[in-house]
């Protein structure tokens, strides 16, 4: 089914959205979290999790790339699970959750100016990799936010590992260079 048909379906708040969702990207999105997560059980609830959330966010926005937006879903839902894992390492994960209550009423400039600096990065990283060529650009992609394997990389691409390896170094000292040029090092 094309994309265009499946978010039609999601607009028209047919079940059968998620479906014919799942029947199209559900290889890819677990790929996606599977990277970030390394567990299939963890990786299996994200897959669930984008299905909610593209349901819950589709009758207010339309996606151009239906696979982008996807991936995004299952990327953020993943790196999500991953953090609040960790955090119950640290203590079943009360502290943080009460300092981050806590924050909400010690809003300050220093978190005004954190968030101002991140967005920055933010652009400056989207113009670096806006200006690579496309075969960077996805090695790029792939590794740093899909989080993918160099492994895989090269075998989806037809190269190998040495090569990606290789991309990724040089790839990565022109960024630290912009960076450092921009004064974030």
Same mark, same amino acid.
């Given at each position: 089914?094309?994309?265009?048909?499946?978010?039609?379906?999601?607009?028209?708040?047919?079940?059968?959205?998620?479906?014919?969702?799942?029947?199209?990207?559900?290889?890819?999105?677990?790929?996606?979290?599977?990277?970030?997560?390394? $567990? #299939?059980?963890? *990786?299996? @609830?994200?897959?669930?999790?984008?299905? +909610?959330?593209?349901?819950?966010?589709?009758?207010?926005? =339309?996606?151009?790339?239906?696979?982008?937006?996807?991936?995004?879903?299952?990327?953020?839902?993943?790196?999500?699970?991953?953090?609040?894992?960790?955090?119950?390492?640290?203590?079943?994960?009360?502290?943080?959750?009460?300092?981050?209550?806590? $924050? #909400?009423?010690? *809003?300050? @400039?220093?978190?005004?100016?954190?968030? +101002?600096?991140?967005?920055?990065?933010?652009?400056?990283? =989207?113009?670096?990799?806006?200006?690579?060529?496309?075969?960077?650009?996805?090695?790029?992609?792939?590794?740093?936010?899909?989080?993918?394997?160099?492994?895989?990389?090269?075998?989806?691409?037809?190269?190998?590992?040495?090569?990606?390896?290789?991309?990724?170094?040089?790839?990565?000292?022109?960024?630290?260079?912009?960076?450092?040029?921009?004064?974030?090092?």
């Amino acid at each position: 089914m094309e994309d265009s048909a499946i978010v039609d379906l999601y607009w028209q708040r047919s079940e059968r959205a998620i479906s014919e969702t799942a029947k199209k990207y559900g290889a890819y999105c677990h790929r996606v979290a599977f990277n970030v997560l390394g $567990s #299939e059980q963890d *990786a299996e @609830e994200c897959v669930n999790d984008t299905w +909610l959330g593209a349901w819950n966010a589709m009758p207010d926005e =339309r996606p151009r790339i239906l696979s982008a937006f996807l991936g995004c879903l299952t990327r953020n839902a993943a790196i999500g699970r991953y953090r609040e894992k960790h955090r119950q390492k640290r203590g079943g994960g009360e502290t943080a959750l009460a300092l981050d209550e806590l $924050s #909400e009423c010690l *809003a300050n @400039e220093k978190d005004l100016e954190e968030e +101002l600096q991140r967005r920055e990065l933010e652009r400056l990283i =989207r113009d670096f990799t806006a200006g690579l060529k496309e075969t960077e650009k996805l090695v790029f992609t792939a590794r740093y936010y899909y989080l993918c394997p160099v492994a895989e990389i090269a075998a989806r691409l037809g190269m190998n590992e040495s090569k990606v390896k290789s991309m990724l170094y040089r790839v990565r000292g022109r960024l630290r260079t912009r960076l450092e040029k921009e004064g974030y090092r």
